[in-house]
């Protein structure tokens, strides 16, 4: 996929979990579905709930 960043790159843009879903066209729960079967990848926002 185009969207991972570079290895070492700090600075690659994330979506939250509500604009990765209008992107895809799913629910929000959905993506957190992808996420646990490993489909996505996700990071915790430095002093954000996820």
């Known amino acids: 996929m185009t969207d991972q960043p ?3 790159r700090q ?3 994330r979506l939250t979990t509500r604009e ?4 895809l066209g799913v629910k929000p729960e959905t993506v957190y579905a992808y996420v646990s079967r490993g489909q ?3 990071v ?3 002093g954000g709930r996820g």
């Open 6 to 8: 570079e290895p070492g």
């Open 11 to 13: 600075d690659a843009h």
């Open 20 to 23: 990765a879903a209008e992107l």
């Open 40 to 42: 996505l990848s996700s």
């Open 44 to 46: 915790r926002a430095v």
